[in-house]
């Protein structure tokens, strides 16, 4: 179908066949005709594989021996999405792959949907990680990610009857793992607990329990870069695995203990998202993998040497703390100096600061880790005792510099009383080189609000660079009709590698046949995702409506209760026989998004979501005027589907508490208009954009300020507005709920006493925003150049510019590329 260019791989349709079929063969005994499109899609993962290894040996080995510092990613989440069709566009083998698919009998889109995403995140914060590794490898840059290979990823989700969420494990790897390399001879000892002893004026850990950490590489290809970097993933093992003993006293459970306990370290992906939650087993994984990626790290740069100049250390790698769940890494490198290599306090903690630098990815104070002191000591005595001299040696620091007391014990490490905890985003500010934000925004309330302090303290620390997305995947793999598009209108594909190429297409927003053409693309986008969606969900949204789309983790702060609640007004509007424009504008409304197991509010939510769904879908009034649709278990491969047919985008958080958001980036570069507040990204993007190209919306972060401060209401708005009281009524008498007054009570209570994120005081200028959005897709030449103008101004949020942002102001400040 595509007709961009590929880097050009030497190997024919016939040649792939073949090697498919070989390997069909060595590993299952089985030829075309008898293959599963799994075991067809884990053979030719195989053989791209294979064929990657001598440029990956290569980078490997430019990365431990070349003089460039190498970027250490420090992630405990990695949401990577499918492998297969990435590594095939960076191979430029997609042609040859559908080809060779085609001559053994199977779809080649079959084949590549036989591949179980890897969830190994949440949601933003680990796509961007994903992002991130992409980027380096395409700007050929050295870089090694760190993270854990859990066992299950992300849960899936599913919907009961009721339409509530309920979740299954995320059983990634039950049909092997095609792209993971077990590297069983890196393999390193994580030790916990035990006790600290002072021996010959040195302090000594004596851990009581240790366990064995298994590395598993995975390829990351850069994009016509040739380099191809590692994603080291750790696999938590026992080390003596299986206790014979205990097995032939018929102790059978016993025999298996320690390799239970060891595995559970990396048995599953914590499903919090933006939350923390103080489960030791949590503190565990993060040791666990930040211990043995430092070690790996050194054993990587000072291979074989018995006193190796750790001082250098700096100069070779550079860990990014990607939030704080790596943050412990700070005093992890501060044990290894002072105790296993003999450096002095102050030297130790130079190299330290000088090794890690940390982004903070979120504004809600909750989602600041803290660990209880008692755990902590209990589980890292020797780290405990660590972080205790680098609290006191900065709180020495802050009288040294006339802070005053109460300031000062604002900003402790360690806070005082009862039950101190560890605050780690200050161990990670105090031990880092730069600290930033993830967009100008949120870095601009980092250092106003959230880190303020250490802001005055240290305000050359302080930085910003703003969240990009790959166009890769995102664009050239998402959406492929576009991309030819795009590729036709430039005149070379060039852009799939310099984003910034985009804004050559802003001349041809003025050209009637290029608007046409866009038109189309999405219209047969739409169409697709409608096939997808009866295949896959069992419902075929309408192509001729608007596709209006919500997807992300479901949470308060997102606010898809202002959406919800639009959509019921609406409803409400329509089975009035309301003669209110919107009528004529036919929508078709869907949303995408996973609750955390434990996140009453917004399970209650989903289950609001999915009962107004199928009312409205049920009610034939509705019909041509407004659907609702709630697929389960949104994931990377939906968005891929999803982003390039949606028209309108919803990014509607409270002002100021998303800190950057990245679907905004991904819409937007696809064509798709945004209604948004001015929150995270948003705010760039509408700059980049023009105010004319963005449905902006809402309170903006002052004015969210001051009606706190004021008092907010939320029963005021209410009270006022004719709209919402009938969305709220309507909730409220159990329309969507089979008549029970009580199945939302907590909700609708929330909203009209609490309402902490604004929703009620918003939604007067959401409804508005939304029917300024119908005007606007009333002429739809008009609104398709708005579109185009979206993607021809967006260049900038390709994570390629995050990452060049990264390198001069993080990672190599000083030096221009
Ligand atoms: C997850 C756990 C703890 C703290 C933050 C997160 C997280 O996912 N944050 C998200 O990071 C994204 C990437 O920077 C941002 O775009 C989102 O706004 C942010 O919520």
Redesign the pocket.
Known sequence: MTELTEPRASISAAEFAEGVRKRLVQRWGVDEAAASPVQIYQAASQLVRDRMAPSWKCSNRRMAEGTTRTVGYLSA?YLLGRQLPNALLDAGMTDQFNEAMRELGFDPDDVIEAEHEPGLG???????AACFMDSLASLDLPAIGYGIRYRYGIFEQVFDANGRQSEKPDDWLSAGDAWGYRQTERAQRVAFGGQVTEQGGHRVWHPAWSVQAVPYDYPIPGYASGRINTLRLWQSEALDGFDLQRFNQSDYGGAVQAQVRANTISAILYP?????DGKRLRLEQQYFFVAASLADAIATFYHGQAHPDLSALPDHICFQLN???PVIGIAELMRILLDDFGYEWAQAWEITQRTFNY????L?PE?L?EWPRSLFAELLPRHMEIIERIDADFVRYLRDEQVDQERIDAMRIITRGEDPTIRMAYLATVGSTKVNG??QL?SRLLQEVTLRDFHTVYPGKFTNVT?GVTPRRFMRLANPRLSDLITEGLGTDSWVADLSKLSGLEPLADDDGFVARFMHVKDDNKRDFALYAQRRYGFSPDPSTMFDVMVK?LHEYKRQSLKILAVIADYSDIIAGGSDNHRAQPRTVIFGAKAAPGYAMAKLTIQLINNVARVINADPRTDGLLKVYFPANYNISMAEHLIPATDLDEQISQAGK?????SNMKFALNGALTVGTLD??NVEIREKVGAENFFAFGLNVDQVHALDAEGYAPMAYYDKDARLRAAIDMVASGAFSHGDRDTYRKLVQDWLKHDQFMVMADFGAYMDAQRRIDQAYRQPDQWARKAILNIARCGSFSSDRAVEDYLTRIWMPGTRR
């Open positions: 989440e949440n949601g933003g914060l680990g796509r961007l919090e998202d933006s939350n923390t939030d704080t769940h982004t903070c990815h979120t809600l989602a880790e993830v967009a949120h969240n983790r998303e800190a950057s958001g990245t995270g990204a």
